[in-house]
């Protein structure tokens, strides 16, 4: 696709709830990236794919976290008995380059609220 | 201390004026930095690169400080499609995670 899609845009889970976050990068795309952002904060790194490796998962935060992305394409950021403190912004990003010193593009987000 | 430190904010400055934030980095050993822009609700976008021998794009210019491991951005003739949240953005060496910093917010006014 042209940019980096990610569905829902919105997301409301009463606590305990499982939910799933999709993210499909632009085509070919390489790299793909799971961000957390708190309001107020700069994006904090969940995870990194390179293809369908999952080379990086140092960021998240739980075991309740959990990300996939079986065919190296779309990817999905799946969180467990969902708690307060997960309400944020999860932002997915992808790069062509599977080095590390290029810019990502990044996609619209997930507004994901906890009650 | 933060991996990435950034002031933030907010800077309020006049359209046409020149404005400069620094960032710091406690890595010794990053070997990637970048600036993104993000605007109210809106995801990141990516304004530049920062290279060591520093760089210009219009407007904005980069430029990295090794040995004081900090990289700062400058905006000339400030417009108000520049009021922004712009992030401080380190790769650490070797892998692949990126670390931003809180941002630092600036409001152009008329």
């Known amino acids: 696709g042209a940019g980096v899609s990610q569905s829902p845009r919105y997301k409301v889970a009463k606590r305990g709830q499982d939910v799933a976050l999709r993210c499909d990068p632009i085509s070919g795309h390489v790299s793909l990236f799971w961000y957390q952002q708190a309001l107020g904060q700069g994006p904090e790194f969940l995870t990194y794919?390179?293809?369908?490796?999952?080379?990086?998962k140092s960021g998240l935060p739980s075991d309740r976290f959990f990300a996939e992305r079986p065919e190296g394409s779309v990817s999905t950021l799946k969180i467990q008995r969902t708690q307060q403190e997960d309400s944020a912004v999860y932002l997915c990003?992808?790069?062509?380059?599977?080095?590390?010193?290029?810019?990502?593009?990044f996609g619209s987000g997930t507004r994901l609220t906890v009650v | 201390r933060k991996e990435v430190e950034q002031d933030p904010g907010p800077f309020n400055v006049p359209e046409g004026a020149t404005v400069a934030f620094n960032c710091t980095y406690s890595n010794s050993a990053s070997q990637s930095f970048f600036w993104y822009r993000q605007d109210c609700r809106k995801e990141p976008k990516l304004l530049m690169s920062v290279y060591s021998s520093g760089n210009e794009d219009g407007r904005f210019t980069a430029q990295l400080n090794r040995a004081s491991q900090y990289i700062s951005l400058l905006i000339r003739d400030s417009k108000l499609s520049d009021s922004a949240t712009y992030l401080c953005v380190v790769n650490e060496g070797g892998g692949f995670k990126t670390i931003f910093g809180a941002g630092t917010r600036l409001f152009v006014k008329a």
């Open positions: 794919f390179q293809n369908e490796a999952q080379l990086d």
């Open positions: 990003a992808s790069s062509s380059s599977g080095k590390a010193n290029y810019g990502y593009t």
